[in-house]
């Protein structure tokens, strides 16, 4: 079970796989993370799901991170008398509240939040982006709007509306309910649809209550405009470029993924990049060039996390997916200019933080003296974080007395995490990261490591020692 690399693998549960042996060979083959789609299933499926999980990792002696993504508000058209109809660009089509099946002429947009948001020169896109239209006018319960783009609309497609903040919360009473059978279940992480803004990830932060880590999915371009202080909040980011790629320019979201990444590096919280990321891989076993190349600029990014959606969910190849996946990582930090990439954009230390120096200079001892690796031993998980954004290239490997600290540090770069007791002196503490780095594969007799710790010990905190050690 020892990855050859650093960036971590999330793979989506679904259809295809839905059985322990296959969801086994999908952590075999290099998933480090699960994430559960809460838009489909019952609480009782999750709940085998997560039983599912944790029996896997009882098996391997792997911590393994569960995601469980929120659905989050759903915006779509009705339903049409045939099912669909076809479109002719310039023609007008009605958007009302009837909920009268729809024809070439009119259809129902079960929306009124969307009506009243939206001014009359503002756009609609559908089906992902394959229709767009302009809203030539406005009254109080329709549109009527000029199709721009697009030959067919079908029914309960969804709808996006650029560059308009919608009266909308970010969590339905469906969102609300599943959250709770998330939590009760243990979910290690929630992620966060729909948001817009900072009071959006106060509120769902509110409902956790501290009993998960939270991700905010970024895929409404009002969410970027308050980036800044939704980092603040939040614990981690997942860059779906699905809507976002809908909702901004397309020729725009590379440089929104580089400064989102670039963003929660600086500030030690994990990000993911998502969405299509070998979508071809669904129906064939091998992606495209410019799916690798994708992923691999991510990678190069420095990304710590790379998801499959429907790949692994309801794909052909779930498994191939996840090995492509991590022969892509692999390949990518074993090249040169990953390293100088990475060097190049180096995070600031904190001033007056002993914490942020203690894990600063481990990073460069490790470097001068070729450690093995560097051992974080740590309560919450924090200095393990605070590591993993400098980049190091060897293991960050994080002991932790709590399972659900290394069940969240699944999900960031470059950690290693193993549970195993605490320990109350230095002697103890040394011997103890000997003997798990040499039965765990990552080092052996006469290397070196670099050790960061706390005292007093088991303290959240409270970094303050760095000590190099030979192992035994």
Same mark, same amino acid.
């Given at each position: 079970m020892k990855r050859d690399r650093h960036t971590k693998i999330l793979a989506t549960l679904g259809p295809a796989s839905d059985t322990k042996d296959i969801l086994m060979k999908l952590i075999q083959a290099g998933a480090d993370n699960v994430? #559960?789609?809460?838009?489909?299933?019952?609480?009782?499926?999750?709940?085998?799901?997560?039983? #599912?999980?944790?029996? !896997?990792?009882?098996?391997?002696? $792997?911590?393994? /991170?569960?995601?469980a993504d929120m659905q989050g508000p759903k915006l779509r058209v009705g339903i049409f008398k045939n099912d669909k109809i076809e479109l002719i660009v310039g023609q007008s089509l009605r958007f009302d509240l009837s909920d009268e099946l729809g024809d070439e002429t009119r259809v129902q947009l079960p929306h009124p939040e969307i009506i009243n948001a939206v001014n009359v020169g503002d756009r609609l896109l559908m089906d992902d982006g394959k229709v767009r239209a302009i809203i030539a006018e406005k009254g109080d319960d329709y549109l009527i709007v000029t199709i721009e783009a697009g030959v067919k609309l079908s029914n309960n497609k969804g709808v996006n509306v650029p560059n308009v903040k919608l009266p909308i919360p970010a969590l339905t009473e469906k969102d609300r309910v599943d959250l709770e059978v998330a939590l009760d279940l243990g979910a290690d992480w929630i992620a966060h649809s729909f948001v817009q803004t900072a009071e959006d990830v106060r509120e769902c932060q509110e409902l956790i209550n501290g009993r998960a880590k939270h991700i905010v999915k970024l895929e409404k371009p009002s969410a970027l405009n308050e980036l800044d202080e939704i980092l603040e909040l939040t614990d981690a980011i997942m860059v779906a470029r699905g809507d976002l790629g809908v909702e901004i320019p397309p020729e725009n979201v590379p440089a929104a993924q580089k400064r989102i990444v670039r963003a929660c590096r600086a500030l030690g919280k994990p990000v993911i990049v998502a969405t299509q990321m070998l979508e071809s891989m669904i129906e064939s076993p091998?992606?495209?060039?410019?799916?690798?190349?994708?992923?691999a600029t991510a990678i190069y990014d420095g990304t710590d996390c790379i998801m499959l959606s429907a790949e692994t969910a309801a794909g052909d190849y779930p498994i191939e997916a996840v090995s492509m996946m991590n022969r892509i990582a692999e390949s990518v930090e074993g090249d040169e200019l990953?390293?100088?990439? #990475?060097?190049?954009?180096?995070?600031?230390?904190?001033?007056?933080?002993? /914490?942020?120096?203690?894990?600063?200079?481990?990073?460069?001892?490790?470097?001068?003296? %070729?450690?093995?690796?560097?051992?974080?031993?740590?309560?919450? /998980?924090?200095? &393990?974080?605070?590591?993993?954004?400098?980049? @190091?290239?060897? @293991?960050?490997?994080?002991?932790?007395?709590?399972?659900?600290?290394?069940?969240?540090? %699944?999900?960031?770069?470059?950690?290693?995490?193993?549970?195993?007791?605490?320990?109350?002196?230095?002697?103890? #503490?040394?011997?103890? &990261?000997?003997?798990?780095?040499?039965?765990?594969?990552? &080092?052996? $007799?006469?290397?070196?490591?670099?050790?960061?710790?706390?005292? @007093?010990?088991?303290?959240?905190?409270?970094?303050?020692?760095?000590? !190099?050690?030979?192992?035994?």
């Open positions: 994430r #559960m789609n809460f838009s489909h299933g019952t609480a009782e499926d999750h709940k085998r799901r997560f039983d #599912m999980i944790r029996e !896997i990792e009882t098996e391997t002696g $792997k911590p393994i /991170g569960i995601v091998q992606p495209t060039r410019a799916e690798a190349s994708d992923v990953y390293r100088t990439i #990475m060097d190049a954009d180096h995070p600031d230390t904190e001033t007056h933080n002993t /914490g942020d120096s203690i894990t600063a200079a481990a990073y460069y001892v490790a470097q001068d003296i %070729a450690a093995s690796a560097i051992v974080n031993y740590t309560t919450s /998980g924090s200095t &393990a974080l605070r590591t993993a954004r400098h980049r @190091p290239t060897v @293991p960050i490997l994080c002991l932790t007395e709590s399972h659900t600290t290394a069940r969240q540090l %699944a999900l960031s770069y470059g950690v290693r995490p193993v549970v195993t007791i605490d320990v109350d002196n230095f002697d103890d #503490m040394v011997s103890r &990261a000997s003997r798990i780095a040499r039965t765990k594969d990552f &080092a052996e $007799k006469g290397d070196s490591l670099v050790i960061t710790a706390g005292v @007093p010990f088991g303290t959240v905190g409270s970094t303050n020692v760095l000590r !190099i050690a030979e192992v035994e």
